[in-house]
């Protein structure tokens, strides 16, 4: 595992609504390997902290989060997935549809790009979500 | 003791002592147990001296010794198996029966003990971070805990059991089975055997993602807040059938005490601002809430005054109070959920 600086950046537009931009920066670790990639990082939110497991592999990307919120999607394109959006002591039944995935290349680490989305309690918006992490 | 320390003992057949299985996958449990029966008992006629099993949450030690002692009929060894002991209260004089049970074993090298716990026995932790009441029975006996298995481990056993049925199966279809169908060892193997009864009836020899879709059955797993999620949306009657799930995963009803408190205390909360003239879109902010869970709560406080949210909160205090008290908390919650549903309008 190499330790990484982890950052990811969503732009996320409401159907009626303004683009809001939401960024945030954290240490993290990244595991490389011929079949896969494995990045692990822990962010502090509302109400705690959670611990973020994003795995790409064959083209798909897998964002498993745990603690304070919790959710596993795993990002497709072209594919709509029901996720339960677990945040003690309600759990939120949300869908997502993966428009675009892609693994991006970076000089020294890797990155992530979605474009989806997800409908929660009849809402929908549309995120593009961008995560970079960078050796440190 | 590793699960893979297990697996190479059974291939050595070197199996002795005595073993605890806890965890949350019983398949493995089951699977392993089964190994080591077919290891140790090789002539059923004998199963009633070579086999005693018991089942309690009380471990009767004298009965153990009595069947460790008794030298096994026409067969090189005897198994003796104890499923269902509550481990997590153990006293320091259990665990000295315990100790009294192993050195037992140890003069009777013919009895192999396998004790079986289930997760309300005790909590073992993860192979990681064990439990307290996990490592110090490691320190006395050969315990393993079989963990819930990771996606690579699942897709890997779905594979194994594809290819031994003559079968392949396409990048990506048993991630997909294992995301339609949860990780739960049992269902897998179910829905497996669905899908190679289809694969032949079809002659196919490759089982692919549409072919999951359309046979495996989708499984909600492990709804832990659906109690609290249909009392926030005042849905009475889903709440009743929710709590009925939770108890029949002998889910603990102090937990779900703890859970209705939580949530009744968090409306309590959203409720008086909104009554001081918070906005809607104010109330995460002002309680560093996400804002999601915010806007279900505002949602369900428009549906009713403060004081009667405050009543729901004293009455969760009550049952605090009378299940700390000895009274049946699961009683309490269904009591509860008809006062709630009974209070639910302005």
């Known amino acids: 595992m190499e330790r990484v600086q982890v950052r990811r950046v969503s732009v996320i537009t409401p159907d009626a609504g303004e683009p809001e931009t939401v960024a945030g920066e954290w240490e993290g670790a990244l595991r490389t390997t011929p079949a896969e990639l494995l990045l692990t990082f822990t962010e502090p939110v509302e109400g705690g902290k959670v611990f973020n497991r994003v795995i790409w592999r064959d083209g798909i990307l897998t964002v498993d989060r745990r603690g304070a919120v919790s959710s596993r999607i795993v990002f497709r394109t072209g594919e709509t997935v029901g996720v339960d959006l677990t945040i003690p002591p309600l759990s939120i039944p949300m869908t997502v549809t993966t428009e675009e995935v892609l693994l991006l290349p970076t000089p020294n680490g890797v990155g992530f790009r979605v474009l989806f989305s997800s409908v929660i309690s009849g809402e929908r918006r549309r995120t593009e979500m961008t995560v970079v992490a960078t050796p440190v | ?346």
């Open chain 2, 1 to 346: 003791m590793l699960q893979s320390e297990l697996k190479t003992q059974l291939k050595a057949k070197k199996i002795g002592g005595v073993y605890l299985f806890c965890g949350e996958e019983d398949y493995l449990k089951r699977y392993y147990l089964g190994q080591i029966r077919n290891l140790i008992l090789t002539d059923p006629v004998f199963d009633a001296f070579n086999h005693p099993v018991f089942h309690g949450e009380q471990i009767d030690f004298a009965a153990l010794a009595d069947a460790i002692t008794a030298p096994p009929m026409m067969a090189d060894g005897k198994l003796i198996e104890w499923s269902g002991a509550i481990f997590e209260d153990m006293k320091d004089a259990d665990f000295a029966a315990l100790e009294a049970v192993v050195r037992t074993v140890g003069e009777n090298p013919a009895s192999v003990v396998v004790f079986v716990v289930g997760t309300e026995g005790m909590d073992a932790g993860s192979v990681k971070r064990p439990s307290t009441v996990f490592k110090r029975l490691a320190g006395i006996v050969q315990a393993v805990n079989f963990e819930t298995s990771t996606d690579d481990r699942l897709a890997a056993w779905l594979n194994a059991h594809i290819v031994h049925e003559g079968l392949d199966a396409e990048a990506g279809a048993l991630r997909a089975m294992i995301d339609r169908c949860g990780h739960s060892m049992d269902v897998l193997a179910s829905e497996t055997e669905k899908i190679v009864c289809y694969a032949r009836a079809h002659g196919m020899r490759t089982v692919t993602r549409e072919t999951v879709e359309l046979v495996c059955s989708p499984t909600a797993e492990d709804d832990a807040f659906g109690l609290t999620n249909a009392v926030l949306a005042g849905d009475t009657p889903g709440a009743y059938r929710k709590l009925s799930d939770l108890v029949r995963r002998r889910v603990d009803p102090m937990v779900v005490l703890g859970q209705v408190s939580r949530l009744i205390s968090d409306l309590v909360s959203v409720s008086c601002l909104l009554e001081e003239g918070t906005p809607p879109t104010g109330v995460a902010a002002a309680l560093g809430m996400n804002e999601y869970k915010a806007k279900l709560y505002v949602q369900s406080a428009g549906k009713r005054r403060p004081e009667q949210f405050r009543a729901l909160l004293a009455q969760c205090r009550e049952m605090d109070l009378a299940s700390k008290r000895g009274a049946d908390p699961l009683i309490q919650i269904e009591r509860f959920l008809a006062t709630a549903s009974a209070d639910g309008g302005r």
